[in-house]
């Protein structure tokens, strides 16, 4: 099974900063890798598959980027409706793990 | 619209079985792989279990291999996830899913809580 890590696991951060979250894995992914977003209370929502494509209605200041083991994910500036948690998934081999999570909070 | 709805949580005793139930409408069932993925209070994702598009492969975390089972009927536009010998560890928020790339759509959510 791949283990996927993410870090850190809280981020303080204030509107219009840049936020920038990584995710590793135990094993080469090649860009099988997606990012989603969770607010509280409601289903995950797909931000980024395949590493860097953005899923549909997903703002531009979303991006992905990496490859093999190591992945970011970048918020280039906070909204306000961007504090949440953070996922990333592993989709190189079943069973598709996931992260434990970035909780982007606001400072 | 796309949308998927999940019917059969509720209150189970530990070593019971729930069965879950996750209506697709929108799409076309038998295009997409299918996947169940929990949340327990407070807790991160876990993947739990996929089924192919037609049926015949499926795949299972290692937390409930051998005792949960998933299924579809792409006649009556639905998945299924059979579920065993449930333990306390169980309890969670148990979202369907579609896979498109990644998860692109999920539904609200059923729960599930296994206590005596």
């Known amino acids: 099974e791949i283990v996927v890590t993410q870090s850190p696991a809280t981020l303080s951060l204030s509107p219009g900063e840049r936020a920038t979250l990584s995710c590793r894995a135990s094993q080469s992914l090649s860009n099988y890798l997606a990012w989603y977003q969770q607010k509280p209370g409601q289903a995950p929502r797909l931000l980024i598959y395949?590493?860097?494509k953005r899923a549909t209605g997903i703002p531009a200041r979303f991006s992905g980027s990496g490859s093999g083991t190591d992945f970011t994910l970048t918020i280039s500036s906070l909204d306000p409706e961007d504090f949440a948690v953070y996922y990333c998934q592993q989709r190189r081999n079943s069973p598709l793990t996931f992260g434990g999570g970035t909780k982007v909070e606001n400072k | 619209e796309v949308q998927l709805v999940e019917s059969g949580g509720g209150l189970v005793q530990p070593g019971g079985s729930q069965r879950l139930s996750c209506a697709a409408s929108g799409f076309t069932l038998s295009d997409y792989t299918m996947h169940w993925v929990r949340q327990a209070p407070g807790k991160g994702l876990e993947y739990v279990a996929a089924v192919s598009h037609d049926g015949g492969s499926t795949y299972y975390g290692s937390s409930v291999k051998g005792r949960f089972t998933i299924s579809r009927d792409n006649s009556e536009n639905t998945v299924y996830l059979q579920m065993d010998s449930l333990r306390p560890e169980d309890t969670a928020v148990y979202y369907c899913a579609r896979e498109k790339g990644g998860y692109d759509y999920w539904g609200q959510g059923t729960l599930v809580t296994v206590s005596s």
């Open positions: 395949d590493a860097s």
